[in-house]
Nanobody, 123 residues
């Protein structure tokens, strides 16, 4: 069982930056591949980025490439998402998730989810 708690969301102007964090309860955090997803009002939850258990491989949605960076610190059981050059269409609730498989982009495949953190990007 893994409990995940996101933080770091907030209100930011277009072009600004935010760093999201996801703290995991499990001492086995390093065994899980991790992902970030987001869900805007009235839309499906969509993949943003994922990272392998070791941090050696990262995967990004086209919308995130070049602007977002996913990373993890297994010694702190924490996942991060650095978001730069934010756009108004990035307004959504951002979720972190854990899975045994690497590089998974389908939300339905993830086993554990946090409660989400709101990111609002004003134009």
């Amino acid at each position: 069982q893994v409990q995940l708690v996101e933080s770091g969301g907030g209100l930011v102007q277009a072009g600004g930056s935010l760093r999201l964090s996801c703290a995991a309860s499990a001492r086995t955090f390093s065994r899980y591949n991790m992902g970030w997803f987001r869900q805007a009002p009235g839309k499906d939850r969509e993949f943003v980025a994922a990272i392998s258990w070791s941090g050696g491989k990262a995967y990004y949605a086209d919308s995130a490439k070049g602007r977002f960076t996913i990373s993890r610190d297994n010694t702190r059981s924490t996942l991060y998402l650095q978001m730069n050059s934010l756009k108004p269409e990035g307004t959504a609730i951002y979720y972190c998730a854990a899975d045994r498989l690497e590089g998974v982009v389908a939300a339905i495949e993830y086993d554990y989810w946090g409660q989400g953190t709101q990111v609002t990007v004003s134009s």
